[in-house]
């Protein structure tokens, strides 16, 4: 009788297949991207809520919004029940996700507003990114930190699990700027002498500015706090963080240094 003797190596290689296989199978899934625009008068407002995805927001010059959203799931099936619902009005453009009860779903979103816009997006598991020349912003993340380049306007920033990092295209003259998170670091850069009053307040974590601003430290503790003007301090700023470093900085300083 013949006998076939495998080798050890063998066993090893043909079980590491089987377990890449195994990978391949279990990471599949599909795919499908909804584009679409819609007109917006360029003093309008677009809103985002999503709940697995990263929402990226840029401006252009044009009285439209663009909508590109890519849906990925584990099944055809599951596909066909994750939806991107599109509202439209006179002033107003409203995206939202609606998710399978069961079973793994995301979208991702791409989103070009008009220069100028109000915007507020919002997603509980995922990053948020805005570049460009904005009205007022709101933006919310659960899981996720959020970068925003571009802000002007009344401006609403929090987290929970994330950083923060707020960069201003001009000094605000007035109104509320906001930055909120429990674990993460916020950053905010403001081009040179801001007229701003500023509150700002970290339990575990250090305060630094780049602005003629008092940082005060607990005598016990590691918490740290800064209350401060400058100018005729219009713009209300307000900072906290339970877990994180907050730093106020010269963006127009780091943008040369760059």
């Known amino acids: 009788m013949l006998t076939v003797h495998r080798s050890p190596s063998f066993a090893v290689l043909a079980a590491a297949l089987a377990l890449s296989a195994c990978t391949i199978v279990n990471a599949a899934s ?3 991207e909804v584009d679409r625009t819609v007109p917006l008068s360029a003093d309008g407002s677009v809103s985002v809520s999503n709940v697995n995805g990263k929402i990226d927001v840029s401006t252009w010059e044009r009285n439209e919004v663009r909508i590109r959203a890519i849906k990925s799931a584990e099944s055809k099936a599951k ?4 939806e991107v619902r599109i509202e439209t009005g006179a002033d107003s ?3 939202k996700t ?3 009860r069961h079973g793994s779903a995301s979208v ?3 989103i070009s507003a008009p220069a100028g816009a109000d915007v507020r997006v919002d997603t509980v598991n995922g990053h948020i990114r805005m570049t460009g020349a904005y ?3 709101r933006a919310h993340s659960v899981n996720g930190g959020v970068n925003a380049a571009g802000l002007s306007g009344d401006t609403k920033i929090d987290t929970v ?3 923060v990092e707020a960069v201003y295209a001009q000094a605000p003259s007035a109104g509320s700027h906001q930055f909120h998170s429990v674990n993460g670091s916020l950053e905010v850069l403001l081009p040179s002498s801001p007229d701003a009053s500023f509150r700002a307040h970290t339990v575990n974590g250090g305060i630094r500015t780049d602005f003629a ?3 005060r430290k607990a005598r016990f503790g590691p918490t740290s706090s800064m209350d401060g003007t400058l100018g005729s301090g219009a713009a209300k700023f307000e900072l906290d963080t339970v877990n994180g470093a907050i730093r106020i900085l010269n963006g127009t300083a780091a943008a040369s240094v760059r």
């Open 79 to 82: 596909l066909d029940e994750t």
């Open 213 to 215: 601003l008092e940082v």
């Open 93 to 95: 453009v409203t995206v």
């Open 30 to 32: 599909v795919t499908e």
């Open 108 to 110: 991702n979103y791409e």
């Open 135 to 137: 009205g007022d912003v």
């Open 98 to 100: 609606e998710l399978p």
């Open 161 to 163: 699990n994330g950083g």
